[in-house]
C-alpha cells in the first residue's frame, strides 16, 4: 500500500486507547428462529437516525451505518485492521501517477439480477459529483477528475494531482457506495422506497423490510462476493429508538441482542454495576465540536454589523471560556476526555493547537482573556449567541452538555445564549443553509488518517458548508494528500492544524467512544469494535 496506509497503522495503534464500551448482557434471547445458514436472527437496538440510504445525500452515521450493510464498495477495512484492501474488486492500484486502475471480480450480479459492472462504479462517482448535496460526502473527491469504464470489469480514475496517498480510502468512505445505474437517478436523489423496491442492493445483506428510523429488516445476501465474507447471522432487524431510556429497558428486559448507539453516560456507568453485563473496550475515534457559520454568526460577513475582526474575537472568547474538563466528567463521566485539536490524539500528525492558544495555556477556561479578546476588537458584551444542538442524533446527553456550554459562556457575563435544539433530520438539512450561527457536530472517521479530520472541514469547498475560506490552508490540505515522505507529510498536518487553530472554524472540545450492549450469547463483538471505525452488523452471530 501507499505510505498513508503505514501512517494510519501507526496512529491506531494510540487510537485503540480511546475507550469503546460495549456491554454484553446475559441472558439476552431476542433472536428468531434459524435462518438458512448463519444460525439465529439478530434484533439490535439503536437511537441513531437515518438521513436518506442514497450515498449522495447523507454523511451521517446513522446512514452510513445501512450502507456499510447493504452496498457494495471497491475498497474496505477487513475486520481488525485499519488498512483498505480491495472488496469486490479483485485489485486495486495506481498503474499512473495519476491513474487509479480497479479491476471488478467477474460476474458479480445486484440482488434484483442485474449486472454489476464497471458501468455502475463510473456511474455512482459521476452522479457525485454532479449531485454535490450539500448533506453529501461528495468534497471527499476533490481530487477526482473523471472515471473511465474501460471494459465491463475495468474502471480507471483518473485525478488531478500524483501520488493520492488517501485515494484508496476514500474508496471505502461514505462516497464510495456503488449503486445500480438502472434504480439510482443519474442527477438526483433517489427515495429510500425507490432503492428498497429496486433491490439495489449487492453487499453483505438485502433490506427485505424498510420503515425509516422505526424498523429495517436484512436477510444476507448469498451473491456477495467482497472481503468481508458471508455474514455470520442471516437475518438482522434493528430497531429505532426514539429515546435512549426505552433503550436501556430493553436492554435491561432481555429484549433486544444488541444495543449501539447511544445510552447516556449515567445509564452506562449504572450498567457497569449491573453483574448482568460486562464492558468490552475497542477502539474509537468520535470527535465533539461547536462549528460557527461565517457569515451568520455574530459580526459575520451578512450580517448587518459585520466585522471580520469582531467575528474572530467572539470565536476566540468561545475557545477561552469552554472548559472542557468539566464537560468530560460532569456529563460524560470520563468516557470522553478534553480535546484541544482538530485531529484526535493517537492519529499520526495530532498536535494539541488550541491549548497555547486559547484559554489559560493549559486547557483551562480564562474568563479574563476572553474580556480582553472582545474589548480590543471593539465587541459590545454580552454578545447573543444563537446556538443549535441535535437532540437525538448524539445521544442523550447533548441536553446536559449544551446546557454546562450554555453556562460556562454566560458565567463570564460575555455572552447571552440562546439555546435551541432540532432533531437530526431537520437540523441536517438547516446547519448547510445557513440557519444555524453556531451549532454542534459530531464526528465518526470514515478512515484512520489524520486527513478525514481536516479534508471534509476546512477545504473551501467543504461538508461545513459554513463559508470558511483560507486559501492556504486549502492549498495545504491538498498538499499532504500527495506528499509520500511520511516525516513531510506528518509536518504538513501538524501546520494546517496550527493555521486553522488561528481562524476557529470550528472549536473542538471533546474525544470519545460509541456505545455497543451485546447479549451474552451473541459473538463477535469485539470485531465490530475494530480498527476500521464500522459497526458491522454480520460479524455478530448467536453461540
Given at each position: 500500500?501507499?505510505?498513508?496506509?503505514?501512517?494510519?497503522?501507526?496512529?491506531?495503534?494510540?487510537?485503540?486507547?480511546?475507550?469503546?464500551?460495549?456491554?454484553?448482557?446475559?441472558?439476552?434471547?431476542?433472536?428468531?428462529?434459524?435462518?438458512?445458514?448463519?444460525?439465529?436472527?439478530?434484533?439490535?437496538?439503536t437511537t441513531d437516525k437515518i438521513t436518506t440510504l442514497d450515498p449522495a445525500g447523507s454523511y451521517d452515521n446513522g446512514s452510513f451505518a445501512v450502507m456499510n450493510q447493504v452496498f457494495p464498495f471497491l475498497m474496505n477495512t477487513p475486520y481488525g485492521s485499519p488498512d483498505v484492501e480491495p472488496d469486490i474488486a479483485e485489485s486495486a492500484e495506481f498503474t499512473a501517477p495519476t491513474e487509479y486502475t480497479v479491476k471488478l471480480k467477474p460476474g458479480l450480479k445486484w440482488a434484483n439480477g442485474n449486472d454489476l459492472t464497471s458501468s455502475d462504479v463510473k456511474f455512482s462517482f459521476d452522479r457525485q459529483l454532479k449531485i454535490a448535496d450539500e448533506n453529501g460526502p461528495s468534497s471527499l473527491l476533490y481530487n477526482l477528475d473523471s472515471v473511465e469504464a474501460v471494459d465491463d470489469t475495468t474502471v480507471v480514475f483518473h485525478l488531478k494531482s500524483e501520488n493520492d496517498q488517501i485515494f484508496p480510502q476514500i474508496l471505502s468512505s461514505p462516497v464510495g457506495p456503488i449503486v445500480d445505474e438502472d434504480v439510482f437517478s443519474a442527477d438526483s436523489l433517489t427515495s429510500d422506497d425507490e432503492i428498497v423496491k429496486g433491490e439495489a442492493f449487492a453487499g453483505q445483506y438485502v433490506i427485505t423490510s424498510y420503515k425509516m428510523n422505526e424498523l429495517i429488516s436484512y436477510a444476507a445476501n448469498p451473491d456477495y462476493e467482497g472481503i468481508l465474507g458471508a455474514p455470520k447471522t442471516d437475518k438482522v432487524n434493528v430497531k429505532y429508538y426514539a429515546d435512549s431510556s426505552n433503550l436501556k429497558l430493553d436492554v435491561q428486559e432481555g429484549n433486544i441482542d444488541v444495543a449501539f448507539r447511544s445510552l447516556s453516560a449515567t445509564d452506562i456507568d449504572d450498567l457497569k454495576k449491573n453483574d448482568k453485563v460486562k464492558v468490552v473496550d475497542g477502539p474509537g475515534g468520535e470527535i465533539r465540536y461547536i462549528v460557527f457559520n461565517f457569515n451568520t454568526q455574530p459580526y459575520g460577513a451578512t450580517t448587518p454589523e459585520a466585522d471580520p475582526a469582531k467575528a474572530l474575537a467572539v470565536r476566540q472568547a468561545v475557545a477561552d471560556l469552554i472548559d472542557r474538563d468539566e464537560i468530560a466528567t460532569q456529563v460524560y463521566k470520563g468516557t470522553y476526555t478534553p480535546l484541544y485539536s482538530y485531529v484526535p490524539a493517537g492519529l499520526t500528525g495530532q498536535v494539541d493547537a488550541l491549548k497555547p492558544l486559547y484559554g489559560d495555556g493549559n486547557g483551562g477556561p480564562d474568563a479574563d482573556k476572553a474580556k480582553a479578546s472582545l474589548e480590543a476588537a471593539g465587541v459590545t458584551v454580552p454578545v447573543e449567541l444563537n446556538l443549535q444542538y441535535s437532540n437525538d442524533h448524539y445521544g442523550p446527553s447533548s441536553g446536559d452538555e449544551y446546557a454546562l456550554i450554555k453556562d460556562q459562556l454566560e458565567a463570564s457575563?460575555?455572552?447571552?445564549?440562546?439555546?435551541?435544539?432540532?432533531?437530526?433530520?431537520?437540523?441536517?438539512?438547516?446547519?448547510?443553509?445557513?440557519?444555524?450561527?453556531?451549532?454542534?457536530?459530531?464526528?465518526?472517521?470514515?478512515?484512520?488518517?489524520a486527513d478525514n479530520y481536516l479534508t471534509p472541514f476546512f477545504l473551501i469547498e467543504n461538508f461545513l458548508a459554513n463559508h470558511y475560506n483560507n486559501q492556504e490552508v486549502n492549498d495545504l490540505i491538498l498538499q499532504q494528500a500527495v506528499t509520500a515522505d511520511p516525516a513531510e507529510r506528518t509536518a504538513l498536518i501538524e501546520q494546517i492544524q496550527e493555521k486553522v487553530a488561528a481562524d476557529l472554524s470550528t472549536v473542538p472540545y471533546l474525544q470519545g467512544a460509541q456505545v455497543a450492549v451485546v447479549g451474552a450469547d451473541v459473538t463477535g463483538a469485539e470485531d465490530t469494535l475494530d480498527a476500521s471505525f464500522k459497526f458491522r452488523y454480520a460479524a455478530l452471530a448467536k453461540g
Open positions: 500500500m501507499t505510505s498513508a496506509s503505514t501512517t494510519a497503522r501507526r496512529g491506531i495503534v494510540a487510537v485503540a486507547g480511546l475507550s469503546i464500551a460495549a456491554l454484553a448482557l446475559a441472558g439476552c434471547s431476542a433472536g428468531g428462529s434459524n435462518g438458512s445458514g448463519g444460525g439465529d436472527s439478530i434484533t439490535i437496538g457575563g460575555l455572552f447571552k445564549v440562546n439555546l435551541q435544539t432540532t432533531e437530526w433530520v431537520q437540523y441536517s438539512k438547516d446547519r448547510s443553509s445557513d440557519v444555524y450561527p453556531a451549532y454542534q457536530l459530531g464526528w465518526f472517521p470514515d478512515y484512520s488518517d
